[in-house]
């Protein structure tokens, strides 16, 4: 009896131990979506206050050379690259199959 108690603890205890392990995963998806969220609403955000100007796409930041600099670079602010604001042109518009 006592040997079928400690086979069915040892069940347990890697049962729970699978569980811990699903539930890790699962908090490490969920604050990847909840980053991926916190980004999806910073683009909305934007987009909606914004004056309707597409997003550039560009991500990257230059001097008055051309030679790639820091976008936190205080000789040259401004730039679309630091912001990364507007709307998205995918969906902005549709082909509503008039022809001119």
Do not use: H, W
């Not at 998806?29 to 909840?34: D, G, M």
């Not at 991926?36 to 796409?57: D, F, I, V």
Request: a negative charge; proline letters at 3%; aromatic letters at 4%.
């Amino acid at each position: 009896m006592l040997a079928a108690c400690q086979a069915g603890l040892q069940a347990g205890e890697s049962e729970l131990a699978a569980s811990k392990a699903a539930l890790a995963e699962c908090q490490t998806q969920l604050v990847a979506k909840e980053s991926e969220l916190a980004a999806c609403t910073g683009s909305l955000e934007a987009c909606q206050n914004s004056p309707r100007l597409a997003a550039t796409g560009q991500t990257k930041c230059y001097d008055a050379a051309g030679a790639e600099i820091d976008c936190a670079s205080a000789d040259f602010p401004g730039q679309d690259g630091f912001y990364q604001v507007g709307c998205p042109s995918a969906g902005r518009f549709v082909d509503n199959g008039m022809e001119r």
